[in-house]
């Protein structure tokens, strides 16, 4: 039992065996995840005993847990800082520079008029310039955490990320609204 | 269809054993089984060479049923009690069916359990039957015509599923093959069956839609195939929609056209029946005469133009893109990253659909395989591996949830735990505190959907987590555990954070039988039914407890002497030999106390042993290698 328990204990970064930065090699990221699925998949043990198929549920929940949280470079650069004990308080600290709030009531009011407008297009350019904004917030993360291992202010990156993800979302339901 | 050659390795079983394991298409419109013979994949036909089985059941006033072409033939004649198209009803309340003004059923609002709402029955000559047991009729003589077929029980199945179906409705489908005596190896989605037949058979590279168009559901998945992989990467539908809608079109143009209003239910019938053979033949022509007699003795003569078939179906169609948009947008992937179309359903032949597909993926769909077989055949050849007859090393299927997760959270809001498109299994914790002070219960409603009010998404389950200890508001940690297991079932659990209060369920209630429900089922649906019950699990406890001895048996010899000391090993053995004894009895409690027992001395094992898989996965490197 107690050397199972290494294994399972592992974080997500020695899971995968890769080196604990915010880069990484994405292929070699997904190679491994199949490496890894391989082995404990349910669909493995299903002719085998429960209790080998409980263990191999566990697993298998946990491997795409780790692989989902290394994949998406947001949840990527919250898990490091959680390894690190920054604490990024995303939900107590919501205090922003007024310019950067002042964007964000624009974004909303241009997402919101896209939508009512039913206007895919204008959602498509909306979306990409967000992505574009959300692309250079994360390069600033890889500097901060990879390069000069500053987690303070890497949480404060991660905070306005959350403001990025939400309009996300809200472009994200606005294509819904228009398909419905 | 050619599909592929398996050799046996014999590396999991003993190689002088097969296993009996099918697959089972449980369709709206036709069921079919498949299994993989000589290592390759084929449909098992009835006596007179027929692979389609017509999801079709009538019930007799003496208890009796008949299933398949000659309940068909009937539907016009009883249609009060031959059951078409049950799959629309699975795991569904009278709700969520709609209209039923024009529908020949006597439907029953099913006594709700616990404080949701439960699944429709129907009111028929042998009584009342929910939409689960119409199911496990079909499932019954799939079963009987698999044994035959193969000379012998079976080990299990692979059921498919619509993967756009929701938790109760895939609750509902397991139900089904549960009281028809099936051991259900996996629910597959029908888009991922369809995927393994087509992509094994061809060595499939790259990203793949496949549009999946059957009798009453609709579905959408796109997959990445890669070395062996078979990823879901997102899935869409419309659990609602299929070829029986576009039957509905044709149906009300010919009361249009021919000034009909309120028919009876066998004239209604009548029609239908005729609009589906109108819609098949204007695949090959370009127009069909339609012609009836009804009970009134007037007769219909009506010529339909493909042309205006086309017209009064096109939103049907376009309703199916929508889905097939969001699905490339949660996947993050545009028209042009897709290298093929797989076409899957028997709807999928009608020209208007395929010539829709072609415009939006700006290429002409694959339909190299036979739609109404594809999903059964792929389900044979998980079914195959499931087993144990043949190593799963040479691919692995990662599928995912079509639907997000979540509870009902103040104010009627939905907070979703798992998000739609997760790959399973999976699981997601999150805290919750109670809203008052001294409060020392909290209700829990799990839901399922996109939308952010509870009223507008699927309830699935409520439970109550008592005990508490009295706190000031926002104190109380309480943690919710959403697990979702490769089938795609969710189970939740809560417990409180500083006392361990718990609180655990399947979800199942609301929309699901309840184990009494089926073993009462059960008892109905056979004539001595205490002594068959006893039987049965007699022999149901024989064959797992048998499987479950040769597993450890192997899993001894592979790794016990490297992974257990002594005295781990003696253990183990013990287990076996306790249920090698009790086997000699015909007492199956007894016997499942013994694998009961036997299970719970080898979980420790059974760790280790995943342990030494996973650090052979990453090719036995330490770490410190692989950082450099």
Known sequence: MQAAASGFQQDFFQLFGLPENYRLDSELLDRRYHALQAQVHPDKFSHLSEAERRVSMQWATRVNEAYQTLNEPARRARYLLSLHGADIREESNTAMPADFLVAQMEWREAIQEAGEARDPGELDKLELRLQHDMHDLLEQLAAKIDTEHDYEAAAGIVRKLKFLEKLAEEIASAFDTIDN | MALLQISEPGLSTAPHEHRLAVGIDLGTTNSLVATVRNGISVVLNDADGRALLPSVVRYFADGSVQVGESAQAAQSEDPTNTIL????????????????????????????????????????????????????????????????????????????????????????????????????????????????????DNAAEGVYAVYDLGGGTFDVSILKLSRGVFEVLATNGNSALGGDDFDHRIYCWLLEKNNLSALGASDTRLLLTRARAAKEELTEHDETRVTAILRSGEAIDTVLARRDFHAMSQNLVERTLQPVRRALRDAGLAVADIKGVVMVGGATRMPQVQRAVAEFFRQAPLTNLDPDKVVALGAAIQANVLAGNRSADDWLLLDVIPLSL????MGGLTEKIIPRNSTIPAARAQDFTTFKDGQTAMSVHVVQGERELVSDCRSLA??????????????????????????????????????????????????GLSDAEIARMLQDSSRHAQDDMQARALREHQVEANQLLEAVQNALEQDGAALLDDIGQARIRDGMDGLRAMLQTADHPAIKRAITQLNDATVAFAQARMDKSVSRALGGRKLTDLEV
């Open chain 2, 85 to 200: 198209s049950v799959k629309r009803f699975m795991g569904r309340g009278l709700g969520d069916i709609g209209d039923i003004s024009g529908s020949p059923y006597r439907f029953v609002d099913a006594p709700s359990t616990g404080q949701a709402p439960g699944m429709v029955q129907l009111r028929t000559a042998a009584g009342v039957k929910s939409p689960v047991e119409v199911s496990s009729e079909i499932l019954k003589l799939l079963r009987a015509r698999a044994e035959e077929a193969l000379g012998g029980e079976l080990v299990g199945a692979v059921i498919t599923v619509p993967a756009y179906f929701d938790d109760a409705q895939r609750q509902a489908t397991k139900d089904a093959a549960r009281l028809a005596g099936i051991n259900v190896l996996r629910l597959l989605n029908e888009p991922t069956a369809a995927a393994i037949a087509y992509g094994l």
């Open chain 2, 462 to 511: 409520r439970f109550e987590l008592r005990g508490i200890p009295p706190m000031v508001a926002g104190a109380a940690r309480i943690r919710i555990t959403f697990q979702v297991d490769a089938d795609g079932l969710l189970s939740v659990s809560a417990r409180e954070q500083g006392t361990g209060v718990e609180a655990h369920i399947t979800v199942k209630p609301s929309y």
């Open chain 2, 406 to 409: 979540g509870i009902e959270t």
